[in-house]
């Protein structure tokens, strides 16, 4: 079975500075799809960035990227000149490429943004 | 915005009742997936929709139903409400057949049971 592990439960960041979060994701599949999700206070799932398994290079949207491992099942997110925006809950998921590409969830990391 | 609402946001019900809850995909998408976000927990897998059909169930009980209709909308019924069933349920919308991989979620609604 698929499983997704965020072992930092809170991070913090100072304003204007870069943070990682880290996720360990475990599958057999070799075609798969990995998302980071911000949730914030009002609950709704965003997509802040996605890495396909079969290309090599990083993933990368305005001041987020990744950092993709696939022999290490690695995926973490680098958050670049952090704002106060940033804070919220952040969730690694990942999705197998088949039918219903159904997403599996870490427990999440909440983050905050210090002014 | 994503186009995705759920109804109603929150809702108390009592232990035993039937809920049932509502989401309307966003425009030109054929999917619905359901998922159960219990308290500092991340979201867990209920079931998705594809044209109108179950397409993908995870490790819940019967008791969890859904349906989608013709215009792409969906429900989640839950029967015999149980304490734990008290969570945050997410419904994702998303186009199933094309290389966009991209899911987009409601707002949630908010389910107490006491």
């Known amino acids: 079975a698929q499983t997704v592990t965020q072992s930092q439960p809170e991070m913090s960041v100072q304003e204007a500075e870069t943070v990682t979060l880290s996720c360990t994701y475990d599958?057999?599949?070799?075609?798969?799809?990995l998302f980071w999700y911000k949730q914030p206070p009002s609950r709704q799932m965003i997509l802040v960035i996605r890495?396909?398994?079969?290309k090599q290079q990083n993933a990368t949207e305005n001041r987020f990227s990744v950092n993709f491992q696939k022999a290490a099942k690695s995926f973490s997110l680098k958050i670049s000149d952090s704002q106060l925006g940033d804070a919220a809950m952040y969730f690694c998921a990942y999705a197998y490429a088949g039918n219903n590409r159904k997403l599996i969830w870490g427990l999440g990391t909440s983050l905050a943004v210090n002014p | 915005e994503t186009g995705v609402t759920q109804s109603p946001t929150h809702l108390i019900k009592t232990r035993g009742q039937q809920v049932t809850l509502r989401c309307s995909s966003q425009?030109?998408?054929?999917?619905v997936s359901w998922y159960q976000q219990a308290l500092g927990q991340g979201p867990q897998f209920i079931f998705q929709y594809y044209r109108e059909e179950e397409n993908g169930r995870g490790n819940f009980p019967p008791r969890f139903s859904g349906l989608q209709f013709p215009n792409y909308s969906s429900e989640l019924n839950v029967n015999a409400l149980e304490l734990d069933d008290s969570a945050l349920y997410l419904c994702a919308s998303s186009l199933v057949g094309t290389g966009n991989t991209e899911a987009f979620f409601g707002q949630g609604t908010r389910l107490t049971v006491v």
């Open positions: 890495q396909e398994a079969y």
């Open positions: 599958t057999s599949e070799s075609d798969y799809y």
């Open positions: 425009s030109g998408h054929n999917t």
